[in-house]
């Protein structure tokens, strides 16, 4: 199977000049050649959306849910450009699942892009030679209470822009409570960011909102946070009970 955003990572070539990806594509090829054990993996927080320790988290996470068949659909609570979506939409396609992709966001930040983000966000679909997702546009307040599909087998919560972390909190908090009714059983629910320093160690914590609501939300429910490794960045799960 083509783990394509795995193993190529489909935003290289807007990120990144093709002059200096080629250039960082030789540099590895020549460490694997030497046995070094190094690679260069460079991340532009400003712009790139997840690491390739994430990507391949989320691959196996979805594949693992369309494997065992859990009901409801794929949404991700945040998309920007889509480059969590690409790799949720290659799964689904990939396993030829009837599973249908909702994107929920205001599109109204853009850090480091210009133009319309929605744009954006469509083109790089069509690029990838993917279905284009059903987009649900405005503040989650608006769009999750009535927009929200049937039911919910994966969910990504994705909505940090480095503001105060109480004011993103409750953000977050909102949405586990709009979607957590409506996830199936065995629904796996991923937090971008979450960042357990006790299991993680130190690192940069750039939204540390996430763990503050995803541990009040939790508190009275039996589902517990599973942290992964993402490298420059954090994330962990919850499994519907
Ligand atoms: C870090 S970006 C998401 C990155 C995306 N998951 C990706 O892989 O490219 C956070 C997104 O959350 C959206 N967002 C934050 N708060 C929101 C809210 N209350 N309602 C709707 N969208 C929101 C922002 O517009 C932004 O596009």
Same mark, same amino acid.
């Given at each position: 199977?083509?783990?394509?955003? +795995?193993?190529?990572?489909? *935003?290289?070539? =807007?990120?990144?000049? @093709?002059? /200096?990806?080629?250039?960082?594509?030789?540099?590895?090829?020549?460490?694997?050649?030497? /046995?070094?054990?190094?690679?260069?993996?460079? =991340? !532009?927080?400003?712009?790139?959306?997840?690491?390739?320790?994430?990507?391949?988290? *989320?691959?196996?996470?979805?594949?693992?849910? =369309?494997?065992? !068949?859990?009901?409801?659909?794929?949404i991700?609570l945040?998309?920007?450009?889509?480059?969590?979506?690409?790799?949720? #939409? @290659?799964?689904? $396609?990939?396993?030829?699942?009837?599973?249908?992709?909702y994107l929920y966001d205001s599109?109204?930040?853009?850090?480091?892009?210009?133009?319309?983000?929605?744009?954006?966000? @469509?083109?790089?679909?069509?690029?990838?030679?993917? /279905?284009?997702?059903?987009l649900k546009k405005g503040f989650f307040e608006e769009t999750l209470p009535t927009m929200l599909?049937?039911?919910?087998?994966?969910?990504? +919560? !994705?909505?940090?822009?480095?503001? !105060?972390? +109480?004011?993103?909190?409750?953000?977050? #908090?909102?949405?586990?409570?709009e +979607?957590?009714?409506?996830?199936?059983?065995?629904?796996?629910?991923?937090?971008?960011? *979450?960042?357990?320093?006790?299991?993680?160690?130190?690192?940069?914590?750039?939204?540390?909102?996430? @763990?503050?609501?995803?541990?009040?939300?939790?508190?009275?429910?039996? $589902?517990?946070?599973?942290?992964?490794?993402?490298?420059?960045?954090?994330?962990?799960?919850?499994?519907?009970?």
């Open positions: 199977m083509d783990n394509y955003f +795995i193993t190529r990572p489909p *935003y290289s070539k =807007i990120r990144m000049n @093709k002059g /200096k990806a080629s250039l960082i594509r030789f540099i590895n090829k020549g460490f694997r050649y030497l /046995k070094l054990g190094l690679a260069i993996n460079p =991340i !532009d927080t400003a712009v790139d959306m997840n690491t390739i320790e994430q990507r391949i988290n *989320y691959f196996h996470l979805l594949d693992q849910v =369309i494997a065992n !068949d859990i009901d409801g659909d794929v991700e945040g998309c920007f450009t889509g480059q969590c979506a690409l790799i949720l #939409q @290659k799964v689904i $396609e990939q396993r030829r699942s009837p599973k249908q992709l599109f109204d930040i853009k850090f480091r892009e210009t133009g319309s983000i929605e744009e954006v966000l @469509k083109n790089n679909f069509v690029n990838a030679g993917l /279905k284009v997702p059903l599909p049937e039911k919910i087998s994966f969910a990504h +919560i !994705d909505c940090g822009f480095g503001g !105060d972390k +109480i004011a993103h909190s409750k953000v977050v #908090q909102y949405c586990l409570n +979607i957590y009714p409506k996830m199936s059983l065995g629904a796996i629910c991923v937090l971008m960011d *979450y960042n357990d320093p006790e299991i993680n160690g130190v690192g940069h914590d750039a939204n540390p909102g996430v @763990k503050i609501a995803c541990d009040e939300f939790l508190k009275d429910k039996p $589902e517990e946070m599973v942290c992964l490794y993402g490298n420059q960045f954090f994330h962990a799960y919850f499994r519907k009970l």
